[in-house]
């Protein structure tokens, strides 16, 4: 891994810089719903703070992978931190709450121009053969970052009031500009000279709304993106919201306990994906995408009827391991079935099918909940996963080693 690193800097650039920004990310996570109370509103008007931001990314998904089909891929790169700059600063000037939910979904603006041009870059520079490890050391990255910012974000609010978090966040954007304008190179024309002249002749033919529907209607990628859409829609529901709550309301467990099981879903899940990276190279994608979701689908079974700290921490170990299986290789798997001249498009989509599955998530069973109790819904999203991968399994077909197989 650390070779494959050394032999292409593109690659160590992209994940220095998805890390410090991730780290400005995590940064403002364990203080946002204290901030949005502050300006005197209701649970329900501090859970806006956090839909806008995945809104804002559905939104945007799709129009950031055109815009690097016709500016290039790495102004746009730059160009999500600059935004998300502004929107920290914003955050943090705010004198009212809907000034703090409006910068909130400009956050979520340079977050998805960001991550969308990052995974189109990766796409273009990797192999069938190396794929699968070039994006577990992106996740990877992510997963860094995001670890490391609440740690530091929550002291930084404690010494210097909530509102420093967010100029933190805009001072670490700042270093991530820098670093991207002066170091990170344009890897479109990598894409166009692997291209065919008759690729070169499709290239931005297609209607955008055809090139979709064309996508959908493969189901290589409908399958894969129904999977994503619930991986996103637990992550987001069944990790970020309930199993915190779970912890608190049925266990009794404080912060530091929380925070304990948090970082053991993390350490097994950073541990296991630059493995499974690496396995699903050499073994296949299909076979490391339903062994981790199937795993996932069991876990959240076991997560229904956690009732001790210690069988909540097996399950957290377990969480870990699934999730570091399944969470890098459906992107892989993505551009190992794209066509080059759909790769931007095909990402894009991609994306905000998985981001909606972000936002539903915590909405739907976030009122299962609320009527019948903590267990239910952690069956319902066992059993909407194992019945997602059952399709992928059936439908979809490994992807070829040495071509890209989706057409536009």
Known sequence: MINLLKRN???????MLVT???LGMGLISPILPLYGQSFGVSITMVGLLITGFGVARILVDIPAAGLTEKFGRRPILIAGPVIQIIASLGCGLATSFWQLLAFRFLQGVGSAT????AMIMLADISISANRGRIMSLYQGSLLLGSGLGPIIGGFVAQYFGLRAPFYAYALVAAVAV?????RIPETRRVTEQKASPTQHNKRGSAIPIARIRNLLRDPNFATICLVS?????????SRNQLLPLLANDRLGL????????????????IIILFLCGSLSDRYGRKKMITLGCVLSSVTLAMLSQAYSYSFLLLTCVMWGIGAGISGPIPAAYVADIMAKENRATGMGLYR????????????LLGWLADTRGYSFPFLVNSLLLLFAVMIFQSRAKEPSRSVNVVQG
């Open 9 to 15: 800097e593109t690659i160590t650039i992209l994940c």
């Open 114 to 117: 960001l991550t969308t041009a």
């Open 352 to 363: 905000a099918i998985s981001d909606v599955g972000f936002v539903s998530g915590p909405l």
């Open 229 to 237: 859409f619930f991986l996103f829609f637990m992550r987001a529901g």
């Open 254 to 269: 404080n912060p530091g306990q929380i925070g304990l099981a948090f970082a053991t879903i993390s350490i097994f899940d």
């Open 20 to 22: 410090v920004v991730m």
């Open 178 to 182: 820098l670093w991207a304008y002066f």
